[in-house]
């Protein structure tokens, strides 16, 4: 049920933005986006067949070939770097004009009809508004984007990469069984078991991270208010009052970092496949010669 209410209001805040009149540009940014990060993958593969290609050129000794790789590098390092600094550069541009469309969308709805003042009297538990149009919105952009485009990228490089890491592995025997591929099935093993245990340590993260946006935000408005209300407050000589009051939140905001701190220990498990991978390769190479 509560993924279910998440989807919802996770579609609630991003479909309007792609429905709009203003959705062509939005569309033409991220299939631009989107196509970029599809040549990126591509480049990873081409990185992972030089490599074989240069450590055979090594062991080899061939010095026309080590020299011709080398330029083959070159540019394929050229050509990454043009790829991926420009799908940066359309990304942030969609989340300008995402993050544009939404603001004004929420501060027109938040000045309609005095609303901010009617959320003030009626005390409906929404904390900091301003804040969270200044900074809710940012971060929602942000993660959304990153977070879907990178799931697009690391699906396009297991799909890619599993062909090369299949042809690597050849049959391994096990009780008496011949498993091919073997090390497709232990680097996707490793990978969920991995991915599970960081979810379920991770967890406690996201109210964390929730209720860092809002002491922070907590903080930051009484530092304003202070600074607006300078004058009644050297009036009546109460910085000793501000003073308790900015330590008390800012002491929320410390105390709570702590707490994320602690849950931020999450495994790190991405290297291992990679290890097994090249131990695999070097042996192959070892019986070639």
Partial sequence: MQTTGFLKAFWAL?????????????????????????????????????????????????????????????????????????????????????????????LADWLRDQGYYRMQLLNLGTDNPDQRIADDLRLFVDYTLSLSLGLLSAVVTLISFITILWGLSGAFELWGVSIPGYMVWAALIYAVVGSVLTHLVGRPLIGLDFNQQRFEADFRFSLVRLRENSEGVALYRGEREELAGLRQRFGAVIANWWKRLSSSCSPRYSATPSLFSRRRTRAKRKSAS
């Fill in 14 to 106: 991003t479909r309007p933005y792609w429905v709009s009149r203003e959705r062509a540009t939005g569309l033409t940014l991220l299939a631009t986006v989107v196509g970029l990060a599809l040549m990126a993958v591509y480049m990873e593969v081409q990185f992972n067949r030089w490599n074989n290609d240069f450590y055979n050129t090594l062991q080899n000794k061939d010095q026309a070939d080590f020299f011709r790789e080398l330029g083959r590098f070159t540019l394929l390092a050229f050509t990454w770097i043009i790829i991926v600094v420009y799908q940066r550069y359309f990304q942030q541009m969609l989340q300008i004009e995402w993050r544009t469309w939404l603001t004004e969308r929420f």
